[in-house]
T-cell receptor
Framework: KAGVTQTPRYLIKTRGQQVTLSCSPI?????VSWYQQTPGQGLQFLFEYFSETQRNKGNFPGRFSGRQFSNSRSEMNVSTLELGDSALYLC????????????FGQGTRLTVV | EDQVTQSPEALRLQEGESSSLNCSYTVSGLRGLFWYRQDPGKGPEFLFTLYSAGEEKEKERLKATLTKKESFLHITAPKPEDSATYLCAVQSTSGGSYIPTFGRGTSLIVHP
């Protein structure tokens, strides 16, 4: 079956701009989680969506937001980009939640200049 | 606050040289401990979930074990294709959330 698809794979944005990243989960998976991965902080949880509702949220500022559509596809938005937002953004899908086996996408590499 | 410490940060092995990676954790109550493998430029790949002390799981050359304070990922007779970063994560029972806390990972290189 098809895996988790994240688009775009690479993105370069200017400080102050906003960006939207997309994640298509595995068919039938209802939970989508987003993570930020940097060399300095490692892998950090952003938020989880389940059936179009945000179910869990990590410790990130309000500039980071997301949503999930009825087909379980999810988008993540970052407004007013800062240089420190440069990272690999990963999305993971699972059948019913983060306590089950999660499948990660290849990530979106965001560079803020 | 949940904490996860992985050691060593980096490990170099010769092909066939067995070893273990360590994941020490501090949580108020463990809901689950996860092991992932991550190759450069890719997302993590799920390996195992462990739920209670004494539990063990195996997959090919990998075996994960769990105690009340740490988990080990044993690699038996590794091959160069086992080279990757291995990540450990925990979910606690506190607060009713499922937010995972990840360790910084162990970078494994297996030389032929």
């Amino acid at each position: 079956k098809a895996g988790v698809t994240q688009t775009p794979r690479y993105l370069i944005k200017t400080r102050g701009q906003q960006v939207t990243l997309s994640c298509s989960p595995i068919s039938g998976h209802r939970s989508v989680s987003w993570y930020q991965q940097t060399p300095g902080q490692g892998l950090q949880f952003l938020f989880e969506y389940f059936s179009e509702t945000q179910r869990n949220k990590g410790n990130f500022p309000g500039r980071f937001s997301g949503r999930q559509f009825s087909n379980s596809r999810s988008e993540m938005n970052v407004s007013t980009l800062e240089l420190g937002d440069s990272a690999l953004y990963l999305c993971a899908s699972s059948l019913v939640g983060m306590n089950t086996e999660a499948f990660f996408g290849q990530g979106t590499r965001l560079t803020v200049v | 606050e949940d904490q996860v410490t992985q050691s060593p940060e980096a490990l170099r092995l010769q092909e066939g040289e067995s070893s273990s990676l360590n994941c020490s954790y501090t949580v108020s109550g463990l809901r689950g401990l996860f092991w992932y493998r991550q190759d450069p430029g890719k997302g993590p790949e799920f390996l195992f979930t462990l739920y209670s002390a004494g539990e063990e799981k195996e997959k090919e050359r990998l075996k994960a074990t769990l105690t009340k304070k740490e988990s080990f990922l044993h690699i038996t007779a590794p091959k160069p294709e086992d080279s990757a970063t291995y990540l450990c994560a925990v979910q606690s029972t506190s607060g009713g959330s499922y937010i995972p806390t990840f360790g910084r990972g162990t970078s494994l290189i297996v030389h032929p």
